[in-house]
Nanobody
């Protein structure tokens, strides 16, 4: 089994910052892409950022210049540094990882449980 555990969500004022973390554990052979999605109430889940195993990141236009996605391959952990937060960033944030389990040859997407980020004064 593979588990992704997120941390770092919470309530922050507009203009503030938060850092999300997501650690993968279990029978992991290797991890390809990792990243973050978010889902606001009544809306579809949307991609926020994705990062390759080599560290190349891509972002949704709505967060470019404000959010930074990084990863620590030795710790199987992905991070999302969120600066200059806006009320429209309020959502449940989910991490994902494209994982090859140690007993297989193929990759599967795994998801975290979600962490709430609320931006409000």
């Amino acid at each position: 089994q593979v588990q992704l555990v997120e941390s770092g969500g919470g309530l922050v004022q507009p203009g503030g910052s938060l850092r999300l973390s997501c650690a993968a554990s279990g029978s992991i052979g290797s991890i390809d892409a990792m990243g973050w999605y978010r889902q606001a109430p009544g809306q579809q889940r949307e991609l926020v950022a994705t990062i390759s195993s080599g560290g190349s990141a891509n972002y949704a236009d709505s967060v470019k210049g404000r959010f930074t996605c990084t990863r620590d391959n030795a710790r199987n952990t992905v991070y999302l540094q969120m600066n200059s937060l806006k009320p429209e960033d309020t959502a449940v944030y989910y991490c994902y990882a494209n994982v090859r389990r140690s007993s297989t040859l193929y990759y599967t997407d795994y998801w975290g449980q979600g962490t709430q980020v609320t931006v409000s004064s």
